[in-house]
């Protein structure tokens, strides 16, 4: 079975993402030169084999949120992986002014 390259180019970029940090699915995928594309994001971690050990839990929604139903097993995973690594949730939802990766902050800079 083939893996497909956009999809290996998101599971980089959330490899990357640090401990403490999160990523929303559209800054994600920006920075794996697919703008535009968070919903492959979550098509791409669906699709993750398991033995890549990939964060999962560190990619959020674009207004802090987790995206997985409120109550449910995959929610209370995120969020306390989430918290384990220290990040703070004030009524459901991560500040991203606080929390967020910058990315490749550096490559961006010298493209300028």
Known sequence: MSVNPKHQKIWSVVGRIPRGS??????????????????LVG?????????????WYRVINA????????GGIKAQEQKESLEAEGVVFLSGVVSLKHYAWAGFLDRDLWQM
């Open 22 to 39: 999160v990523s929303t699915y559209g800054d994600v995928a920006k920075f794996a030169g697919y703008p535009s594309c968070a919903r």
């Open 43 to 55: 098509a791409a971690l669906r699709a993750a084999p398991a033995s890549l050990n990939l964060p």
């Open 63 to 70: 207004q802090g949120k987790l995206s997985f139903p409120a």
